[in-house]
């Protein structure tokens, strides 16, 4: 027994450590994909940046796609943390609709990860391709799409001149999308105001009461 | 005389050649980078695919960034071909500016470069870095956005409830670059479709004439 729990406490010990190491990994490489992209996450610069060993990392991850999947998994998660959370805490409605639009801007421009959001940086390196790589990205992007369109769904009473709800949804996502891009290429706040102001407007056109997005707004 | 003439035409010949093959080094180049990006441009697929040496390529092309920047410039003279051009052949005003969008739409659509539209295939790439690259691209689009700018301006007396025309335009380009990546990581139709509703959408709401819209819709 005793032999036995010493194996298990060094046991648990190495798979802490190696816990340990694995997050710290995947900070550096969501951090470096969302900068130099996925096919250009080098398991060697992991290793430096993290002062561990190229076997080292190997040894966690497997193979170059499976770094890239993690990877992947890990800033689906942020982004969970960062956006959908925070989002979700607001009351049902116009006000959780709204923080949403405001979240994510905020999530761009605090720059969550060093190159803006994660996977519109990484979507330009899939999309052209086929494999795991793109089928999780896909189905990320899906699961983003439906959450906007349920918050919007959820927003409906509050938007009575409302026609097309999905129409609404593909709008905000455009309009967020533009203020990062944007923002990245010229390096200015300008996009992130214009975006600001034009998600306001689609709101408002949809039949918003302005006093529920001034309470929101920065 | 006879010598210099001949030796012109021998140059002549050989600048001729050279040219075309530049030309269809380009071709590919433009395709490839807008699949795997700029960095992804490798000298020695180009020349495995336009049937050509290495040396032949680092002959007409020099370094890499050279052949970046090259391949920058000749997406930049196929998207006027594509899209400005016949955008600038319609009548000023409405017109001219809905022809912009239903003209870009079909850019990205007809697949004009592999990847989609090239400037958003290679932007991620960039935008995060600094040098040559960077400040082509980031000129590039701030010429994009000064000739959408210009469009809106000229289309100003058909659009009596415009309010802002650098927020239509930012709105413009969001929602066709949206189809554009859309389209690309979901392989269907609905982002253009949407794209198209949402930008008709748009100019109705500044004041446009359904019939002018109609006119040149598909």
């Known amino acids: 027994m005793t032999l036995t729990g010493t194996t298990t406490e060094r046991v648990d010990g190495r798979r802490r450590r190696g816990d340990d190491s694995r997050r710290a990994i995947l900070r550096e490489a969501v951090n470096l994909a969302s900068v130099q992209g996925l ?7 992991l290793a430096e940046r993290t002062g561990g060993s190229k076997s080292g990392v190997v040894a966690l991850f ?4 499976d770094l890239q999947l993690a990877t992947i998994r890990a800033a689906r998660e942020t982004f969970i943390a960062s956006v959908v959370e925070p989002t979700l805490r607001a009351p049902r409605g ?3 609709l ?13 720059r969550t990860f060093e190159g803006g959001c994660f996977f519109r940086a990484v979507a ?4 052209s391709k086929s494999g795991p790589v793109h089928d ?3 189905t990320i992007d899906e699961e983003w ?8 769904g959820l927003a409906a009473d509050d938007l009575p001149a409302l026609q097309n709800p999905g129409l609404l949804a593909f709008e905000l996502i455009a309009l967020m999308d533009a203020a990062n891009r944007g923002s990245l290429l010229h390096g200015t706040a300008r996009d992130y105001e214009l975006a600001e102001a034009a998600l306001h407007d689609r709101l408002l056109a949809a039949g918003a009461d302005p ?3 001034v309470a929101t707004r920065k």
Chains 1, 2 share one sequence.
């Open 39 to 45: 096919d250009g996450l080098s398991i060697g610069e």
């Open 62 to 65: 497997g193979s170059k796609l």
């Open 94 to 96: 116009l006000e959780r």
């Open 98 to 110: 709204w923080k949403l639009c405001t979240t994510w801007l905020e999530y761009s421009r605090s």
């Open 124 to 127: 330009a390196e899939a999309d």
């Open 136 to 138: 999780i990205l896909v």
């Open 145 to 152: 799409i439906a959450f906007v369109e349920r918050c919007v």
């Open 211 to 213: 006093e529920l997005l």
